[in-house]
């Protein structure tokens, strides 16, 4: 069966509908080339645009990754939500961008709606402290058990290296 070749004005179509759909929380939209776009969205608004793609593409979107960004200057984190639709002639790279405050890093899950963030959301908690309340198992996973409760490595305060004193 032949698949039908990319039309950019499909990836358009897409994104013009998300906006419409839920434009009181978009912030900022921004093209990245014709199969990539990021979508500032409104804090705490991260699951209505998740569960709009997967209700939107049941069988033809996923979850690429959960990333975090610190930009300690500002006293925030920039959560990107990284999901890919690939349905006919639709390519779309969508990554939401949220920010939430350094010193209260709370979120909701979206474990619920796409289960397969589990792992991501761990790994976000583990390294940045991004709590996902109602994630069903917010534990360690890459750290030993071993490492300090609230110290979160890829902090950008966090200062995990130490120099040895040298032995003569």
Same mark, same amino acid.
């Given at each position: 069966?032949?698949?039908?070749?990319?039309?950019?004005?499909d990836n358009k179509k897409?994104?013009?509908?998300?906006?419409?759909?839920?434009?009181?929380?978009?912030?900022?939209?921004?093209?990245?080339?014709?199969r990539r776009v990021y979508?500032?969205?409104?804090?705490?608004?991260?699951?209505?645009? /998740?569960?709009?793609?997967?209700?939107?593409?049941? !069988? &033809?979107?996923? %979850?690429?990754? @959960?990333?975090?960004?610190?930009?300690?200057?500002?006293?925030?984190?920039? /959560?990107?939500?990284?999901?890919?639709?690939?349905? !006919? &002639?639709?390519? %779309?790279?969508? @990554?939401?961008?949220?920010?939430?405050?350094?010193?209260?890093p709370k979120v909701r899950?979206?474990?619920?709606?796409?289960?397969?963030?589990?792992?991501?959301?761990?790994?976000?908690?583990?390294?940045?402290?991004?709590?996902?309340?109602?994630?069903?198992?917010?534990?360690?996973?890459?750290?030993?058990?071993?490492?300090?409760?609230?110290?979160?490595?890829?902090?950008?305060?966090?200062?995990?290296?130490?120099?040895?004193?040298?032995?003569?």
């Amino acid at each position: 069966m032949a698949q039908k070749s990319l039309n950019i004005a499909d990836n358009k179509k897409v994104v013009e509908e998300l906006v419409s759909t839920l434009k009181d929380k978009v912030l900022d939209v921004k093209w990245s080339g014709p199969r990539r776009v990021y979508v500032k969205i409104a804090p705490h608004s991260h699951r209505e645009f /998740i569960k709009w793609v997967r209700d939107k593409f049941p !069988n &033809s979107s996923y %979850l690429v990754s @959960i990333d975090t960004v610190d930009f300690i200057d500002r006293g925030e984190f920039e /959560i990107r939500y990284k999901m890919q639709i690939v349905h !006919n &002639s639709i390519k %779309l790279a969508l @990554i939401f961008e949220m920010n939430v405050p350094r010193d209260y890093p709370k979120v909701r899950t979206i474990t619920d709606i796409v289960p397969g963030a589990v792992l991501y959301e761990r790994e976000n908690y583990e390294m940045f402290g991004i709590i996902f309340e109602g994630h069903p198992n917010l534990a360690k996973f890459f750290l030993p058990e071993t490492w300090p409760e609230g110290v979160y490595p890829l902090r950008k305060d966090v200062n995990i290296l130490r120099k040895k004193p040298k032995v003569w």
